[in-house]
């Protein structure tokens, strides 16, 4: 319970991670407010928590500003702010084949989403004295891929180069921003990508030295890590939960 009474917002909450992390948040005491742009998963989700769902547009400045307003009007306070919404789409491939209107809606919807939940959550945290910011970034911020989803991958290096800026800025006044990057995570946006090209998926797995995709609770552990005291001195941070991806430079056979 290292979460008790602590209030939590979760974007992109009504699937995946962030369905995970909601749970396992809950399950440490938080109360948690699931934001999706999917009524139906996001309502669903919400009740599994015995939270609140708020549904939002990420990309939307008034939308994003009123989930967290809304939550602190609920709830009293915000204590962490998951932002975790974000696409991974099949026109997002080579640089030579990604058309300029899929560069930015990937920009769109994996980094300004991020930034916007960040600019209207802080605010309420410093008000309250403290707080946890958790970015997704992923593994491919820092490290590069010959099967490549170019924006989505400069999305994410973005996430990590913002989460750190803020982490500096920010210490001082107790407020820790830390970037999750995650391995490739077997949910049902990896699982869609890879269900139309197997062979691609196999080419990724062969570089994990587990051998196998992360499941989203494995993530989600992580989330409560960061969002918990036990985090206490960490922000900045690059935390990778990738099953070895990134140090490998010969996996077992």
Not at 141 to 165: D, N, P
Request: glycine share 10%; charged share 20%; net charge negative.
């Amino acid at each position: 319970m290292r979460l008790q009474g602590r209030v939590a917002v979760v974007t992109g909450g009504g699937s995946g991670i962030g369905l995970a992390s909601a749970h396992r948040l809950a399950s440490e005491g938080a109360h948690v407010v699931i934001a999706d742009i999917d009524s139906d998963s996001g309502k669903v989700a919400a009740d599994e928590v015995d939270g609140l769902f708020i549904r939002t547009d990420v990309t939307d400045p008034e939308q994003v500003a009123a989930l967290f307003q809304t939550t602190v009007d609920t709830y009293g306070s915000l204590d962490v702010a998951f932002n975790n919404a974000g696409i991974s789409p099949p026109d997002d491939d080579s640089i030579l084949d990604t058309g300029i209107e899929a560069w930015q809606k990937v920009q769109t919807i994996n980094l300004t989403s991020v930034y916007l939940c960040c600019k209207a959550a802080i605010p309420h945290m410093l008000r309250g004295g403290r707080g946890s910011i958790i970015n997704t970034a992923s593994f491919v911020a820092v490290m590069g891929a010959a099967t490549s989803q170019i924006s989505y991958t400069a999305s994410k290096g973005g996430v990590l180069a913002m989460s750190r800026e803020l982490g500096v800025q920010f210490a001082r006044q107790n407020i820790r921003v830390n970037a999750l990057c995650p391995g490739p995570v077997n949910t049902p946006l990896l699982q869609e990508l890879f269900a139309k090209d197997q062979e691609r998926a196999q080419r990724r797995l062969v570089h994990v030295p587990m051998g196998r995709f992360a499941e989203p609770e494995e993530i989600a552990a992580a989330v409560a890590f960061l969002a918990s005291d036990d985090s206490s001195f960490m922000t900045a941070s690059s935390f990778l939960v990738d099953g070895g991806i990134s140090g490998a430079y010969v996996t077992p056979l």
